[in-house]
């Protein structure tokens, strides 16, 4: 691809990086805001639980399934292309939402605006590898990375606000002007980007087994149950929920192996697994799987704990927004020195560095937090923790780009966010199953004073124990997650500069 344009690349960036702002900024928004969706659309509960969490999750798989392909379609025909028709799929899910009559129409809007969103991600850091040159696009995926965490902390506040002054459907009618100014800015600005060397024909078979495989398996992961949504392990049942899942992983694994069989053997495939080969890029999507896996347990798990400390929901809801507030900020703050950091020292470093927070962070929470453990001190050690996420960033980012040959750098870029949300989603379920397993087998070691069950005492002590031992079960999923961590460093050893 040529590298000319006649707008400057810091320009183009922040074209790119307003795009990526409003979608994560939607990622998040519905959290705040779901209590009053339920209401306004009708939805019986508790019956109608199930069908209302396809709010979040048929946004989470539609966000996911899209990044492969609109990276592929971006190094084929053109990222201004596809980065405007991302914003366009963006406002027609955000016209439709606030007009949905029932549930189903409204998960029909979640989706169309997942797929645009989703699709503005992978294209945005193909865009920084087309625009900057190798040695600085590390400081502009800093920036970028900034300004996408700062979406997806900025979310939920916004919708709290929009619920107690306005209603949630201003989300969506303020989207529609937000998605026309990025539309137009896109069209004048991308105009130059660099065209394609040459299209290569779609692999329609691999793109079907991949994104059947993806859906299968974010089906599968989220039918294993969450943690948060039940309010603590004692609140849920004593056994699994029946679901489908085992169905739906073996549905996974073998659209995923035939994936591979066929990549392996067309001439055109869907994605090239020589990619792997590179020992940057094989490094850098698996460590930010990992990434992925113990970021979800820190935001889930922290809520948790201060719900158990707090009698008052409110109040509960408040300061565990406070404390992830304390992680989210130093990450999008690292994420930005973590660019510079990487410009100058590359890779390596500056991932070792991060994950070697994230070990000394989650270990410090493993350890010390208990029941009376003060909210300052899990903010400072929640600051550590989210200065090791800012920090990995921009460096794995970079690697994947940088690894990544021209015509590739659209799809490369999906896959490194896309092993992300998969580890996320790995890590939630295994965070239910695991955490539930053991809550169980120390829920019958709690010491409890002979006396009748519906004595006020014994039942202070059942509280307190139940408490207590979920305390526990918590900080040892953080103690797990460091173990990730260090797992996590020895496979930074293998990232080399370029």
């Known amino acids: 691809m040529s590298q000319t344009s006649r707008h400057s690349p810091r320009l183009i960036l922040a074209v790119v990086a307003f795009g990526v702002f409003v979608a994560a900024d939607d990622l998040t ?70 007009l949905a009559p029932n549930l189903t129409w409204f998960i029909v809007g979640r989706v169309v605006t997942a797929l645009g969103g989703g699709a503005m991600v992978p294209v945005a850091m193909a865009v920084i590898g087309d625009v900057y040159e190798p040695k600085k696009r590390a400081g502009a995926m800093g920036i970028l990375g900034t300004i ?12 709290a606000l929009l619920v107690r002054y306005l209603s949630w459907q201003w989300q969506f009618y303020l989207n529609i002007p937000l998605s026309l100014i990025g539309i137009a800015a896109a069209y004048i600005v991308l105009r130059d980007l660099p065209a394609p060397n040459k299209r290569i024909p779609l692999d329609w078979v691999g793109l079907a087994l991949l994104s059947t495989a993806l859906i299968a398996l974010n089906i599968a992961l989220l039918g294993s149950g969450d943690v948060s949504a039940a309010g603590g392990f004692a609140a849920l ?42 020992p940057n890029f094989s490094s850098a999507v698996l460590i930010n799987f990992f990434i992925g896996f113990i970021l979800i347990i820190a ?27 304390a992680m989210t900020v130093a990450m999008a703050i690292m994420a930005y020195v973590g660019g510079q950091l990487t410009e100058r020292f590359s890779y390596r470093p500056t991932v070792l560095l991060g994950l070697l927070a994230a070990f000394i962070g989650f270990g410090l929470m493993g350890l010390t937090w208990e029941v009376t453990t003060p909210y300052n001190q899990m903010a400072w050690q929640l600051a550590i923790l989210g200065c090791g996420f800012g920090l990995v960033i921009s460096p794995i980012g970079t690697a994947v780009v940088n690894a990544a040959g021209d015509d590739e750098r659209g799809v490369a870029s999906s896959l490194v966010i896309v092993l992300r949300l998969m580890g996320m989603s790995v890590g939630l379920s295994g965070l239910t199953a695991w955490g539930l397993e053991r809550f169980n087998t120390l829920r019958t070691q709690i010491e409890l004073p002979d006396l009748p069950f519906f004595d006020p005492v014994y039942q202070q002590a059942l509280l307190d124990g139940l408490t207590q031992t979920t ?28």
């Not at 979406?151 to 939920?156: A, D, F, I, S, T």
């Not at 004593?238 to 169905?247: A, D, F, H, V």
């Not at 008052?312 to 404390?323: I, R, T, Y």
Request: hydrophobic share 50%; net charge negative; charged share 15%.
């Open 299 to 325: 935001m889930v798990n922290v809520p948790l704990v201060v719900n158990l400390l707090e009698f008052n929901l409110e109040q509960a809801a408040l300061d565990s927004g406070k404390l992830l507030t």
């Open 148 to 159: 996408d965490t700062a979406g997806w902390v900025w979310g939920p506040l916004y919708g």
């Open 471 to 498: 305390v526990y079960v918590l900080t040892e999923t953080f103690l797990i997650s460091a173990g990730v961590a260090l797992l996590a460093i020895l496979i930074s050893l293998r990232l080399r500069q370029d």
């Open 29 to 98: 928004v519905v959290s705040t805001m779901l209590r009053q969706i339920i209401y306004d659309l009708e939805i019986p509960l508790p019956e109608g639980l199930n069908d209302a969490a396809w709010i979040v999750n048929a946004y989470l798989i539609a966000y996911v399934v899209v990044m492969p392909f609109v990276g592929k379609l971006s190094d084929m025909f053109g990222r201004r292309t596809v980065y405007i028709g991302a914003f366009t799929l963006f406002l027609l899910g955000s016209i439709w939402i606030p």
């Open 237 to 278: 049942p004593t056994e699994q929920p029946t679901n489908n899942s085992p169905l739906y992983y073996g549905l996974a694994l073998v659209a995923f192996l035939i994936f591979l069989f066929r990549e392996r053997r067309t001439d055109t495939p869907f994605i090239d697994l020589s990619l792997f080969r590179n």
